[in-house]
């Protein structure tokens, strides 16, 4: 997975790391990468959730979606680009964490807003602005590098876009 382009990464209900990269989908189980070419052809997985029954419910660049399991794609429906929208906007959880030196912060926007993202101290202080622009709907990632000044410790970053305001944690480990 060294060339791969990470784009989402969920936990099934067995602790199985499942992987959406640019290249299709790859599952990790503590010891071994196993990459599922039924599911890579090649799709850029652009966002995936996992169900109740354990399917995986994956998002693609170019190919709609697709429902996945261990027996197979079990369905994939092409969408249309006028028929997806985001409905709500999300900040999510930065990975990896814990990071060294480097993490990846994601957020999703209904609609074209002013953004800020923003990284602070446990005591409140600004350590330094991601994000600072207009920035159109749709899914962001921003890459964030702990600069040499940063001691190991927690760190949270806050995404405010229009009305809309949340807070996350993150762990820098060195």
Do not use: C
Not at 40 to 56: C, G, Y
Not at 112 to 117: E, I
């Amino acid at each position: 997975m060294p060339n791969n382009f990470i784009n989402v990464i969920t936990v099934d209900k067995d602790n199985n790391l499942w992987i959406g990269t640019d290249r299709g989908l790859v599952k990790f189980d503590g010891t071994t990468f196993t990459t599922f070419p039924d599911v890579t052809n090649p799709w850029s997985i652009i966002s995936m959730k996992i169900d109740r029954f354990n399917n995986k419910w994956i998002g693609t660049f170019s190919h709609g979606l697709a429902i996945y399991n261990e027996n197979g794609v079990t369905g994939v429906t092409s969408v249309d680009d006028e028929s997806f929208s985001i409905h709500s906007y999300s900040l999510y959880q930065n990975y990896p964490n814990p990071f060294n030196p480097s993490t990846v912060i994601s957020y999703e926007l209904q609609k074209p807003s002013f953004v800020t993202l923003k990284v602070y101290d446990v005591l409140g202080r600004e350590v330094q602005t991601l994000v600072n622009e207009f920035k159109q709907a749709g899914k962001h990632l921003v890459k964030f590098s702990a600069a040499n000044n940063l001691s190991s410790g927690v760190y949270f970053y806050k995404l405010t876009a229009g009305k809309f305001s949340e807070l996350k944690k993150m762990i820098l480990l060195k």
